[in-house]
């Protein structure tokens, strides 16, 4: 009795799951349709949202038909063992009909995954910022680490970085960096450095060779664009200045630095590392935007808190994701709880398989996430 309910369960889940991704798979095809139309291409924010809309589903609809054969791979099979004769077609059949239903158990998997609703910001470049904590001159040193782990990382993936503003430390590295990152998904994979990164080894500025522990924060941001935010020129006062520090002859001789205070929000925006006013004006413009956009965006990393134990991508900038001790060649990923030792290569960049790790932990709290859903 048992049995057959499982079984009518599981024949009703996979009805279900057919008819919803129908139902997506045609809305992947209308969209198709629509971006060929003259006044869709002619409306570019109508253009740009409907194509990234279209590539979003683009794995769902592929998962759709991949799915779609293989199930009828499995009719054929037990057409064959209920009809065919001959032995050896059958023994044949059965191996077939075992070998595709476990891939399609791995298919229905994969689905139940592209259906959960992912980070729609994931897909979007990313605005990184690197600030010195607790530690000194060994803190600030330990920042420019970070930024040199992560200029290698966004190398090997061929993003594009693209420095905002900096503030040196006295003995080397940086008290502050803010950067650009440029490409493809590129905040669904560093948002999970967001964070408190803490240190243990002997600084630089330690004569007697003890260990101390130091600490910067990550903050990683989805970089809006225009369509995020609309910033209306009256709310936004402009203030021009001579930039200070290395520059060659346009150092206070030219008002090229910009400060940009957005008076509903308060929020300010100082760039001068550009020698062109109009070039500091465009960034200084993108990072005020990224930074009203945050305000709101904080409140889904808040729900997202709410609901993970683990807190795999979540705001919390002052929740301490990870360690790096250098006498053990250890670095520690304290939201899954994975050691690694191979410090010296993950500092140098090499990142990508605790990135994936943290991938797999989200998903697997997104699953069971959906499941609870369902269940209430």
Not at 162 to 187: A, C, H, L, P, R
Not at 191 to 204: A, F, I, N, T
Not at 211 to 233: I, Y
Not at 264 to 282: F, H, M, R, W
Request: hydrophobic share 35%.
């Amino acid at each position: 009795m048992y049995l057959c309910i499982l079984v009518a369960q599981q024949r009703n889940f996979m009805s279900n799951l057919l008819e919803k991704l129908e139902i997506i798979y045609q809305k992947w095809q209308t969209m198709g349709e629509e971006i060929a139309q003259p006044e869709v291409v002619a409306d570019m924010k109508r253009y740009i949202k409907l194509s990234k809309d279209y590539k979003d589903l683009q794995p769902v609809a592929d998962a759709y038909c991949s799915y779609k054969n293989i199930l009828s791979n499995i009719e054929n099979a037990k057409q064959i063992i209920a009809t065919e004769k001959d032995e050896d077609f059958r023994t044949m059949a059965k191996e077939e009909l075992s070998a595709l239903t476990e891939e399609c158990e791995k298919k229905e998997d994969q689905i139940r995954l592209l259906l959960i609703p992912s980070d729609p910001q994931d897909s979007k470049n990313a605005v990184v910022e690197i600030r010195a904590g607790t530690g000194g001159d060994e803190a600030s040193i330990f920042a420019g680490d970070l930024f040199r782990m992560y200029t290698h990382y966004c190398e090997s993936k061929n993003w594009k970085i693209d420095i905002v503003s900096f503030t040196e430390g006295t003995m080397g590295g940086f008290k502050e960096i803010v950067f650009d990152v440029m490409g493809e998904n590129v905040y669904g994979l560093l948002k999970y450095e967001s964070g408190v990164h803490r240190v243990q080894r002997v600084p630089q500025t330690e004569a007697q060779g003890r260990v101390h522990t130091s600490a910067a924060s990550v903050v990683v941001l989805p970089e809006a664009d225009e369509f995020d935010v609309e910033l209306k020129p009256n709310d936004i006062r402009k203030d021009t200045y001579c930039s200070s520090g290395p520059g060659g002859q346009s150092v206070n001789t030219t008002y090229s630095a910009v400060r940009l205070t957005h008076i509903p929000t308060g929020i300010v925006v100082a760039i001068q590392d550009e020698k062109s006013q109009i070039k500091n004006l465009e960034k200084a413009m993108r990072v005020l935007r990224t930074r009203i956009f945050e305000m709101e965006y904080q409140k889904y990393l808040d729900s997202i808190a709410s609901r993970r134990k683990t807190m795999v991508s979540t705001g919390d900038r002052s929740a301490k994701i990870r360690t790096y001790n250098y006498p053990q060649n250890r670095v520690t990923d304290h939201r899954i709880n994975l050691t690694m030792y191979n410090l010296t290569a993950f500092i140098d960049g090499d990142i990508q398989d605790t990135i994936e790790a943290l991938q797999v932990a989200e998903n697997a709290e997104r699953l069971k996430e959906a499941v609870d859903a369902n269940l209430d």
